[in-house]
Structure formats: C-alpha cells, structure tokens
C-alpha cells in the first residue's frame, strides 16, 4: 500500500489520539506535532511500526521563538522511510525554563551529536543522553549562540564601526 | 650511579597497559582539524573520542541575518571541495519555497556542473587515501587534472573553489564558447587520466592490503549513524538522493548506483572511482540533452522571475526596468513567503539538506544545514575500535570528512 | 600486456642553465679556488630558498593549498620542497583557513614550538581579519594571537597569489639582518603578545 500522508496521519491518530495535533503538509511533506513527553513513544512507534518504517534519522534541529510563550523552543525530527521513500517532519516544544526533551540516542546511534549539537546552540537538554556536552563551541561559553537575544558579531572587535557595517542590527 | 630513577611498574602491568594519544587538531596524518584521543594497546585502539568544533563559524547564526542570495557565499565554504553543490543546493532550496519553477536548460546546465563538481571532491578523497596509503605520486598526477575543472569553473562564474555559481531561478550569465571548449577538453582528457589512476591503485598489492578491511562499517550500522552517500553506498545500501527524491531534472539521466559489499576504504575508494565514471557520462548525457534545444531556447539560462533573478549587471545600468528590479531584490521590497521547506540534494559525501524556514521577513527565520560529514564521523570511534593506528588514519581519509562541513 | 607510454615521449635534454634558477650570488671577494662573501649574506642566501613551511591548513584556503603544493603550481619551484608537519623543524608557518577561538591556543602554542628564526605568513581573508566570519566563535584575524609578517588577501587567494605572499616572505628572509631576532624592537614586539 502505499504510503501516503493520509495514511501515516490515520495510523498515528489511531495510535495516540489527541496525543498527535497540527497536521500539516508544507511543500508536501507531512509535519506534525505532539508533546513533549511523548516523543520517544512517537519515534518509536514509527520507527517499529511494520508499515511505517521511519528508520533513518536524517536531521535533528531546534528552532527558537521567542514570542511563544512557554513553549519558546521547538526540536524538529526529520525522519525518512528509505524503503517507500517517503518523509515526515515532526516537531515537539518545550518551554525555555526547562528545556527538558526525551534523547533519541538509543533509537538512532546518530542522534546522539545532533543532540550535542542542539545543545550547543539552543541549550536543549536532552534527558537519557549518554555525553551531554558542548560540540562545537569552546567549553567555557556561559549562553547559548543561537538563541535569538544573543548578537552574531564578535563583541571584543573594536576597529568595526557598528553603524557602518551594520553591526548588531538585523536587516530590515 | 645510585640516584638514577628507575621507572618502575605495577606488577604485571606490562600486557595491561594503554597509552593515550593525542591526535590533532593539528596532527600531520589528519587532513583538517580533527582531534582524536585515542587510548591504544600497543598499536592497537582501545577507545578514542573525537573533538570537533575547531573551525566552527556560526554559518547558521549569520544565515539569519543575511537575505537569501547573500547566503549562498556560505553555503561555499560547507563542503569546499565540491562548493557548486551545495550553491545548487541552496538555490534549489529557494525556488522551492519560492516555488519557482526552473527551465530545463538551466536544470541541465546545472547538472553539469554538480557533476564536475562530484568529479574534484572524489578525485581529491581519492588520492588523498592513495596518499596516506604511501602513494604521494598518484595525488601529484591528478592534482593537474582538478585544475581543469577549476578552470572550468572559473570560465563560468569567475572564481575556483568558493564558487558562488549561480542565481535563485539560474545562472548569472550563458555559459560562454570558451567555457563549453575547455568542458569538452576536460571530457577528452579526463577517462584516460580515470583509467590511469585506476591502473595505479585499483590492482596495486600495496594499496590493497592497506584497504581492505580497513575501517568497515554493516549497512545496519552505517543507517543507523545517519551515513549517507558514497560511504552508505559502500556498505551495500544503494540510497541516492538523485535517484529517490530527484532535483534538477536527475530524473532524466541514465546512471547506475555503484554499491559495495563491506563498507570499508577499499569499497568506498571503488564506489567512489565509479561515481566519477558515472558522473563523466551524466556530464555526456547532458551535452547532449543541451544540443535539442534550438533558437532562443537555446540562449535561455534563468527563469523569468524578475522578483527574485537579480538581473544582470550591465542590465542594471542600462535599462530602466532591471534597476526596478535589483533595486527592488536588493532592498528587500519583494514579498518573501512564509513557510518551510526541506530540500537535499546529493552533496560529495551524502546528503546535504537544507532545512528553511521563512516567516515573510527577507532572511531565513531559520536555516539548518544536515551536514553529512558531522553525523557520519560519530560513527569513527566505533568502526576504528580494535583496528590498528594506520588503519585508523586510513579511514579518516577516506571518509571523506571535510572539517568546513562537519563544524559549519 | 604491455602498455603504450604516454608521458615523456619527448624528454628535453638535461641543461641546466635553462631548466634551473640559480640564486643570485652574493657580493664578494673572489679569487682562484676560494669565495669570501659576509656571514650574514651567505645565511639569509641559504635561508631564503630553503624555506620549510609549516602548512597549518583548517579550511578552504588549505584546498588551495594543496594546489600550490602541487603539480600545477609546484611551490617546490621557490626552495620548498620539504613540508615539514613538525613545528620544530620549520621556519616559516603558513596559516591558511579560518581559525576559531577554539583553535587559536592550538595555533599559538605552535608558533610557540617553533624556533627562531620564524616568519608567520596569514593566508586569506579568515586569516588575516576574521574574513566574512564577523562571529562570535572566530578569532577576529591571527595576529591577535602570533605576529605576522605577510598577509595574503583573498578568499581563497589564488595559488599565484600564494606564491607571491611566498616570496615576499623570501624577500624579507633575505633582507633581514642576522642580530634582529636580538634587537630591543623584536622583543618589544614578542612582548606585546606576551611571548618572552
Ligand atoms: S578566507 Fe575564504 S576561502 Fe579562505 S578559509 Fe576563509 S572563508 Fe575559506
């Protein structure tokens, strides 16, 4: 049968109920969300199920909103069945204040750095981690890079002058 | 001489005990800057952990303050030994969200030069394992023939390794007489140099008891460490993302998927010189595809969306409408619109994605790169462990890591 | 089975005088059988076209460098033939590629590892100046940390480009006195990157 994102919807609504909400389908590929207790149920049950089968983790990420109060950050799951070669999206959020997400890490060897990785940028902290650790950036940084309130530009450069190149602001 | 220390040891220590190493970031047998700690038994590895960040540049935190043709300057630098990739990826990207749709000129001209593309970021994997295998020659004889591509490169867009190639909706201008003249040299020249470098290295007893065996990897394994690419495909799983979510028109060509058995360097290094013929008659297949289009199909090199191609320079001060244009592009006063959008494309060592996503405004909410390189080398620690130290570096080599796009 | 050798069909006879540079001589005193010349000129002579650089290559600059290094370009052409990937045994350190924050006390504990006489020599923009990287985690240009002697614009430079920063750096290998690695000035300037 093949596997359409009508079907994949049914199946997960079956399965979790309410527990599953925002169906949607950008540019065609299904994007969905659910809380974030229950991810690892989530990817688990389609990481098992016989036919959905979304084995391959391709991409974990975060996103930053800041004027979603409560749930600020958004982890999004990109996850692919190479056997029907179909993809979905699949996002949780989770608020600023304890930014506390299941790891994927026992279901898929790779997630384990882009857990890291999200971290580093965003400060997820990933429950069930094995190595919980900045990545990329140096040991000693005290904040998270990509979080929206924090600049871009290299705070110690003095010979930039900030309105000249544009410094500090965004462009708009 | 009784104030001589001796160095004395625990009682049966001496089968017992590791040495730790520090590999990196700056080690000689490393290409790029990859720490390894390694902790070995004799010349065997017991456990190692990798650190990586070391050139780490914020690609993501700068992509959300620049608009989206200011972007494709970065996306360069990610895998820089195979740059029109992932600008053709990035633009891609793009005229999806934009839903813009390309002529198939363009997506044919496109190829060819992602093919190219292919064609220097294996050859330089390639002999680069040759090199750390002891074959320092083989790396000097090609390293003539990645030239021509660069030139090639040079012809169409003005520069060689950070390319910068092409425009949301195309290309910046037709590729020129010359440009077609030093592809067909290219084309002429190149299988015989292939075949050469084949003859080399292929049958070389040396090289073959170097490889074989060296660092493999199941195919359960490398999915589950997120492989992609040429090195998934050397473990026996033939996943491309040309052929299963086909971008630019790949749908027309004709190619085969090389896979192999083991997953180790000396399949990858096969896989690899089979992609490079295969390339080279994807790269045929287009010229010819090139050759049906007549009259002024034939001098068609971008969409017509003048809301998002910005026009051309010597247009810009000439002609009134083109300066409405790129003034229009350049300020930032075309309506950009919201959503998101995934979008991969085959990239030198797998699958490089894209993940965009836009809330109207004239840079990326949010642009996340799925960068090949960073989620495979998770798997090193597991598939060096037990192998000896020069088995080790073998591998990293022919991983293919390209420090630009693990750290981004 | 026996293959057609396509290379060096026509070997070019071996003449020296038009298939290899030689180095100026130095002034000085001759005579049959003997040579007198300074002890400085006849060192910064053997200095300058034996350079052996460092190659601390992190990113794309270093892909150039590589075709520097190579075939086409052959950097062995201006007397460096020996890359040498140890700190102790070279004299000139070329730093190509971004460098991090992360990397920068790597870097200068190599340049710490070296022996004078050293030359720094910043390849591409990220080298000199931090580059298009304006970012939080890359080191705004490396002579923040190391002094250098030859910045090479570009991003990447072209080989050619390279080659030129290259032999400026012989140029100023050959210029430079003997005791100047004594002078107050020198160590002054060592100082202002606390390095003693
Ligand atoms: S100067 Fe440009 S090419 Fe060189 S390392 Fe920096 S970004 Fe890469």
Known sequence: MALTNEFIKGKLTEKFGEGVYSFEEPYEMLTFESHKDDNLKVLQFLFDDEDLKFQFLTDICAVHYPDKKGSELAVVYHLHNLVDNVRIRFKVFTGIEQPDVFSATALYQSANWMERETYDFYGINFVGHPNLKRILNVDEMDYFPMRKEFPLEDQTRIDKDDEMFGRGGSIW | MSDVKHIKLPDGSIEKQTTTLNLGPTHPATHGVFQNIVEMDGERIVSSEQTVGYIHRAFEKIAERRPLYQITPLTDRLNYCSSPINNMGWHLTCEKLLKVKTPKRVDYMRVIIMELARIADHLICNSVVGVDSGALSVFLYVMQYRELIYEIYEEICGSRLTTNIGRIGGFERNFTNTAWTKLDKFLAEYPGVLKEFENLLTRNRIFMERTIGAGPISAERALNYGFTGPNLRAAGVDYDVRVHSPYSSYEDFDFTVPVGTTGDCYDRFLVRNQEMWQSLSIIEQAKQKLEQFKGAEAEVYHADIPEYYLPEKKDVYTKMEALIWHFKIIMGETAMPAGEVYQSVEGGNGELGFYLISDGGRSPYRLHFRRPCFIYYQAYAEITKGAMLSDAIITLSSLNLIAGEMDA | ?196
């Open chain 3, 1 to 196: 089975m026996s293959r057609p050798v396509r290379f060096n069909i026509h070997p070019k006879q071996p003449d020296i005088h038009d298939n290899i540079a030689l180095a100026e001589m130095p002034e000085g005193v001759q005579g049959e059988g003997y040579f007198a010349t300074g002890l400085e000129r006849a060192l910064t002579l053997a200095r300058k076209n034996s350079l052996w650089p460092l190659p601390f290559a992190t990113s794309c600059c270093g892909i150039e460098f590589m075709a520097t290094m190579g075939s086409h370009y052959d950097l062995s052409r201006f007397g460096s033939e020996r890359l040498g990937f140890t700190p102790r045994q070279c004299d000139l350190l070329m730093v190509m590629g971004t460098i991090a924050k992360k990397m920068a006390p790597v870097l200068r504990q190599v340049y710490l590892q070296m022996a004078e006489p050293r030359w720094v020599m910043a390849v591409g923009a990220c080298a000199s100046s931090g580059g298009i990287f304006d970012t939080y985690s890359v080191l705004q240009g490396i002579d923040q940390v190391i002094p250098v002697d030859v910045y090479v614009p570009g991003c990447p430079p072209r080989p050619e480009a390279i080659l030129d920063g290259f032999m400026r750096i012989q140029e100023l290998v050959h210029n430079e006195s003997l005791r100047r690695r004594n002078s107050e000035h020198y160590k002054a300037l060592l100082g202002s990157y606390g390095i003693q």
